[in-house]
Structure formats: structure tokens, C-alpha cells
């Protein structure tokens, strides 16, 4: 069977270095949201008078946030067409919550759920301040708005999303990221993406 794996969580928490570690074990074609569409998104800000990297004001999720999950979808259904596993990278919030939203991607791909072992992966910490550390550290010009920001949007984001998917419980893995990542965490989310019993 194809593997579809989504890693998921608000910004932070490691979704992008969890997958890359499984990448390294397992074949597939790397879908992170920021690297499909930031460069086009920045441009457009840019183009508006806008801050590049403000991912939270109306005209980024009025015009341009769906426009970076969509074309992020629409590489994912070629390269599963194509035969290809695929990891999904983004917290894909307003998509988990839409139960038709993995049906329709699997049908454009002409496959079923019996030809595309869907997993998500819940990447998350034990707390807001751990996670803070972790988005200063990587230093990156997108998250300036949150850190300036902060006791806003630690007030809105849901550790663990809604998701509301036609899949078994035990397709669903809620990672404690905190701490080191260790080999032997990053073996326990590859026993779970191959299916295998006794996953930690």
C-alpha cells in the first residue's frame, strides 16, 4: 500500500524535523506547505503593501492561505497517482475538521483507502513555553508575528486538532516532541507509519 503521513500541530512543536527524520527511513515525496507556496505568498504580501511574513491578517486568509493548501494538495495527488508515498507537512487545521476533504483528495488520485494507508501524526509539546523556545531558536522571519504576538496566539491554538476524517483511531499519533528527538522516538513513529503493533 501507498503511505499518505500528515504531520500536524501548530508552529513550533517540530513537524518539519519529525518528518524529515522518517524521510530518511522510508521513500517519499516531502510536501511542506511554507516551501510549496511561500515564496509566491511573500510576493503577493509584497505586491498588497503587506507584511511577508504575516500569516494571520484577513487578505493572507481571505486570498492566499487556501491557494498554498490547495496547491500543496494538487502535487500530493500526482505524486500518489504517480505510485509515490507522500508526506504532508502543515497544520492542515480547517482541513482535518472537513470529513470530505481526504475522500475527495483520494478519488482525484483514482485510489481508495484500501490502496493508501493514510496516517497524521499530532506533533506536540507538553507546553507553551518549550514551544516558544523552539520557534525563537529556529530563527525564521515568518514566526515574528506570533512571537510578537505571543499571548494571543498562545490562546488560540489547539494542541491536538479536530479531526474529523474517516479513518481508525489508531491511524491517528499524538507525539510528544519535548526533549531530544531520539532515535528511538523517531523509531516509535516509524513503527506507526508502517502499521506495526506495539508503537510507542
Not at 479513518?167 to 513503527?191: C, H, M, Q
Request: hydrophobic share 40%; with cysteine.
Amino acid at each position: 500500500m501507498l503511505k499518505l503521513v500528515f504531520f500536524v500541530g501548530v508552529a513550533g512543536t517540530g513537524k518539519t524535523t519529525v518528518a524529515r527524520k522518517l524521510a530518511r527511513r522510508m521513500p517519499a515525496a516531502f510536501l511542506d506547505r511554507d516551501t510549496v507556496g511561500g515564496r509566491c505568498v511573500e510576493k503577493m504580501l509584497e505586491m498588497n503593501g503587506l507584511d511577508v511574513n504575516d500569516r494571520d491578517s484577513e487578505f493572507y486568509k481571505k486570498h492566499l492561505r487556501d491557494l498554498e493548501y490547495d496547491t500543496t494538495r494538487d502535487i500530493c495527488i500526482e505524486n500518489l497517482a504517480a505510485g509515490q508515498n507522500v508526506f504532508m507537512i502543515s497544520p492542515f487545521t480547517a482541513e482535518l475538521k472537513n470529513k470530505t476533504w481526504l475522500e475527495t483528495l483520494l478519488q482525484e488520485a483514482g485510489l481508495s483507502k484500501r490502496e493508501v494507508d493514510v496516517k497524521v501524526v499530532v506533533v506536540a509539546l507538553k507546553d507553551m513555553e518549550t514551544q516558544k523556545e523552539r520557534i525563537i531558536d529556529r530563527r525564521t522571519d515568518r514566526d515574528t508575528w506570533k512571537l510578537e504576538h505571543w499571548d494571543d496566539f498562545k490562546h488560540r491554538v489547539q494542541f491536538v486538532p479536530e479531526i474529523n476524517w474517516d479513518i481508525p483511531a489508531s491511524s491517528i499519533l499524538v507525539f510528544d516532541n519535548s526533549g531530544d528527538l531520539t532515535e528511538e522516538k523517531v523509531d516509535s513513529v516509524y513503527r506507526f507509519v508502517l502499521g506495526e503493533e506495539g508503537q510507542g
